[in-house]
T-cell receptor, first 110, second 116 residues
């Protein structure tokens, strides 16, 4: 069974701090990894994706991938109250089928 | 900015009835998808569609489900005989159709299906 696991949280950080979100996956055939943000009752909104080992930065967000450890992370710098949401990690193989984690709830406190 | 749209936003139906959920993918996208999310659970893949045929489907997508692209813009999911356990949020997504490891999926706002 192909699985993506995330700590459900809640993760609470003060405004301006760095939030660190983690994800592990079971299928070594997974090629690419996606971070989505989901507000309560809304649809997933793409933040960024990564498919090469190492770091990838996009504005305040940095995704990190370690294929040997089957580990993906998302760092959010200068966290804002508007970043408070559930962060979903998803993995895809060459069939484009996204396998999702349950998500980590993030609360950024003013 | 182009968006995936879905109608209706909320559908209430009686068990055993047929429902059709509608989606308009982003216009230059070639791959279309349906996912569902039962309240409090993970998002689950149902089906992907490319070049007017199903390219991948999950174990959930049994004979009760079907998809169709009836015209150049709409993409529909039909559930023939709804069950209580079909109650969920259904998300449509689309992607350009780049190389699979770089192809990002964009989601519509969802249809909340409630089966009574």
């Amino acid at each position: 069974q192909k699985e993506v696991e995330q700590n459900s949280g809640p993760l609470s950080v003060p405004e301006g701090a760095i939030a660190s979100l983690n994800c592990t996956y079971s299928d070594r055939g997974s090629q690419s990894f996606f971070w989505y943000r989901q507000y309560s009752g809304k649809s997933p909104e793409l933040i960024m994706f990564i498919y090469s080992n190492g770091d990838k930065e996009d504005g305040r967000f940095t995704a990190q991938l370690n294929k040997a450890s089957q580990y993906v992370s998302l760092l959010i710098r200068d966290s804002q109250p508007s970043d408070s949401a559930t962060y979903l990690c998803a993995a895809a193989g060459n069939n484009r089928k996204l396998i999702w984690g349950l998500g980590t709830s993030l609360a950024v406190n003013p | 900015e182009p968006e995936v749209t879905q109608t209706p936003s909320h559908q209430v139906t009686q068990m055993g009835q047929e429902v059709i959920l509608r989606c308009v993918p982003i216009s230059n996208h070639l791959y279309f998808y349906w996912y569902r999310q039962i309240l409090g659970q993970k998002v689950e893949f149902l089906v992907s569609f490319y070049n007017n045929e199903i390219s991948e489907k999950s174990e959930i997508f049994d004979d009760q489900f079907s998809v169709e692209r009836p015209d150049g813009s709409n993409f529909t999911l039909k559930i023939r005989s709804t069950k209580l356990e079909d109650s969920a949020m259904y998300f449509c997504a689309s992607s350009v159709g780049l190389a699979s490891f770089t192809d990002t999926q964009y989601f519509g706002p969802g249809t909340r299906l409630t089966v009574l």
